[in-house]
C-alpha cells in the first residue's frame, strides 16, 4: 500500500509540471462553466413551456463527463507506456514492489488529479445552489458526484490497463478512447435491438445507469458495483499485461 | 551471494542464454565477460528480478529469483546497461522517490550519502535530462547503492565515463566490492584484469571460461614467450640461446630482434641475459610476450587473431 502511494505521489506531482494536464483541466471548466451560464440564462427566460424550467446538478455532472470520455485517455496514455519507452520500467520492475502495486500507484495519481478537478467543479453547484429556490436537492447532488466519481476511476482504471499494453503514448490514446466511446455510447445499444441479452447490455451500460439512477438521484448497489467491477478488471488487466512482458 | 544454475532463456525461438552455471561468492568481485549479444544483459536483468529464465534457477543474497523475487530485489543493487532515468526529475528527487521506494528511514540523509560518493552532490538540483552521459551513469550508480545493497549487479558501469571518472569508480566498485557480492559485466578486458577477482567469459549464451585474470592469462598462453633485441644481427646468437635448457623454439628477427619460448615457471631470462653479454653483444631489451586478455579473449570467443 505505501508503495502503491509512493508512486501515485509521483504521478500526481507529475500531472502539475506538463502543460496537458493543466489544459484538460481548463478546458473542462470553462466548457461545463459555459453550458452551465446557458442553462441559468434559459431558465431565467420568460416561461415558454408548461413547466418551469429549473436547472438540477446533472446540467454540470454530464456535461463533465463527457468530457472525460475524451480526456481521460489523454491523462492516462502515459501512465506506463511511457515508462516502457524509456525503459524506466526496468527500475521499478528491480525495485521491491509489486507488479501490482506499480499498475494501482499509476491509477491512483490518476485519479487523484481527476478528483482535484471533481472537487473544484464544485463551485458550479455552489452557485446553482444560491440561485435556484429551495436550493439544490443534496441527495441529488452527492449520486451525481458519486457517480461521477466512480465512473471516472473506472474508466481511469481501464485507460492505464491499456497505458500498459503500449510503448507508444499515441497508440494507448486511441485504443482507450475507443474503448471508452463504446462503454459509454455504443454498449448499450443492442439492449433495444437484441431480443435477447437486453436486460445484460442495459446493465452494462454506464450511461444509462448514471442518467436513469444516479443523475436523478437513485442509488442501487449494482450503480456502484459495476463501476467497481470495471476499476478492478482494468487494473487487473495492466498487472497481467505488466507480469506477461516480464516473460517476454 | 550469487548462486546460477543451469539458467536457460529464450526469446522466442531464439535462445540468448544456454545452460549457465556460475558463482560469486561474498567479498568477490565476478568480472562478466563477452562481447556484444552473448547475454550479459540477459542474465543480468533475470539475476536482478526483471525477467523469470525459461529454466534453470538461480539464488541472489540467499532467496530464490523466482519464488522470492521481492526478497531478492530488496538486496540487490542493480545498474541496468542504459540506465534508464527521468529526465523530468531532478538528481535529487529522482534518488528519493528510489529510496522512499525502498523504504529506506532518513532517506534524505541517504541521498546525500550516495551522491557524495559518486560525486554528484553538486548536481542535486539539477535536472536530469541536463545532465550528461558519465553524470548519468552515475546517478545510476547512486542508486544502486542507495540501500547498502548485499548484491550489487552492474551492466557496464564504467561505459561512458572520462579516463578519471572511470578510476573513480573502478575504486569505488572495488571498494564495494570488500563486504559485497559484485557482479559486473564488462567488454573492457583490462577493466575485468584490474578490478575482478574472477572472470566468466560468456559467447553466443554459453560459458567459455572462468577463472581469475590471471590464471586465465597464464593457462591460455602455455608456454611464456620472451622478445629480445640486440645490436647489430641476432642470427649468431640463435644457436647459443637454444643450447640453454628450458629455451625452446629460437627464431631470429631482422634488426636484431629474437623471439624464444620457454617453459611456464621456468625463468630463464637471466641466464639468456648472461650468454648474450658473453657473446659480446650488446642486449638493449628484452621482455615477456605473454597473451594479452584480449587474445585469450578473442581466442576463446573463436574469432580469428590478427
Redesign the interface.
Known sequence: M??MW??AQ?EYK?YF?SPIAYVIMFTILVIVGIIFALNIWQASQPIVMYSPYVPDVSIITGPMLFMFIFSIPALTMRLLADEHR?????????????DWELVAGKWLGSFLFVLTLIVLSLLYPLILHLLIEPGLDLGVLLTNYLGMILISAALLAIGVGISAMFSNQIAAFFTTLVVLVVLWFLIGAPADILPRLGDFFRYIDLRDRFYNSMAMGVLNLSDIVYPLTLLVLGLFLGTLTIEVR??? | MIRVNGLTKD?GARRAIENLTFEARQGEILGFLGPNGAGKTTTM?IL?????PTAGSAQVAGYDIISES?EV??R?G?L?E?V?????MTVFDYLK??A????LPRAEDRVDTVLDMVGLIERADGYIGNLSKGMRQRVGLA?ALLHRPEVLILDEPTIGLDPAQVVEVRNLIRELGKERTVLLSTHILSEAQQICDRVVIINKGRIVAEDSPENLQARLSGAQRVSLRVRGESDELVEKIAAIPGVQEVIALPEGVLEFQHAPGQDVRPEVARTIVRANYDLLEMQPVGMSLEEIFLELTGKKRK
Not at chain 1, 524509456?86 to 509489486?98: C, D, K, M, V, Y
Not at chain 2, 534508464?84 to 523530468?88: E, G, I, S
Request: proline share 8%; charged share 20%.
Open positions: 505505501r508503495n509512493i508512486i509521483r507529475h509540471v524509456t525503459g524506466t520500467l526496468e527500475l521499478l520492475l528491480t525495485a521491491p514492489l509489486r516480464r516473460w517476454q | 526469446y536483468r536482478s528480478g526483471y525477467m523469470p521481492l530485489r530488496r540487490v542493480y541496468p542504459t534508464p532515468l527521468y529526465n523530468d522517490f528510489m522512499d521506494l525502498r523504504h542508486q
